[in-house]
């Protein structure tokens, strides 16, 4: 799990830069790096529950919905 989240952290921080940068589109860059991120958050959520630590669990898994809620949003609706 842990070369997993080293990938996505790279990834995420790649397609943040290519953003920036203006290299990617923002419509292209922006919702990738953010799936990116929530996958991150969703992998850290797992494993705050396998440590049994309740709280951070409920908190990293809201944050991941909320930015899968957001990328939703932003590509079916914006």
């Not at 991120?37 to 969703?42: E, G, N, R, Y």
């Amino acid at each position: 799990m842990k070369i997993i989240k080293i990938v996505l952290s790279v990834i995420t921080i790649l397609f943040a830069v290519l953003g920036l940068l203006r290299v990617l589109s923002f419509d292209i860059a922006n919702p990738v790096m953010l799936t990116a991120l929530a996958t991150f958050l969703l992998l850290q959520s797992i494993e705050y529950q396998s440590d049994r630590r309740k709280a951070d669990f409920i908190l990293t898994i809201g944050a991941a919905l909320f930015v899968y809620a957001v990328v939703a949003y932003n590509v079916f609706i914006g």
